[in-house]
């Protein structure tokens, strides 16, 4: 699947149609990665080694406060690159322990109307910190 350029008889525009080419990914040149970029990702890689918790915001915050105008857009795609997450707790962290044992909650049902007719209060006793 190879176009020739200089073909004689078929032009560009011909082998790409019968290839089902755009003719503009015939002439699309990526862009190479340049030299800032490549200071913005080492930048990035050293405030994120101090400050794991760090996300695409606050990293486009703390590289816009040391001097670099960069946009969220572009943290977010150089931090993709390299693989780097924030650090956050993940959902379903509350979840309980399938051993714990669970109360059952005895108002359910109950319809509340008027003032004290329900009191609750916690009994349990505060740990001591060591």
Request: aromatic share 10%; proline share 8%.
């Amino acid at each position: 699947m190879k176009i020739e350029a200089a073909h004689p008889q078929i032009s560009v525009s011909r082998q790409c149609e019968l290839l089902g080419l755009a003719r503009s990914s015939f002439y699309y040149e990526p862009q190479r990665n340049d030299s800032y970029n490549e200071l913005l990702m080492r930048l990035i890689d050293e405030q994120y080694t101090q400050a794991p918790f760090y996300g695409v915001r606050r990293m486009t915050a703390w590289l816009r406060n040391t001097g670099h105008p960069v946009n969220h857009k572009r943290v977010a795609r150089l931090m993709d690159l390299m693989g780097l997450e924030a650090i956050y707790p993940k959902p379903k962290t509350s979840k309980g322990h399938p051993q714990h044992k669970k109360y059952p909650y005895l108002l359910e049902g109950l319809e509340i109307v008027h003032p004290n007719q329900v009191w609750a209060t916690d009994i349990s006793v505060p740990q001591q910190a060591a």
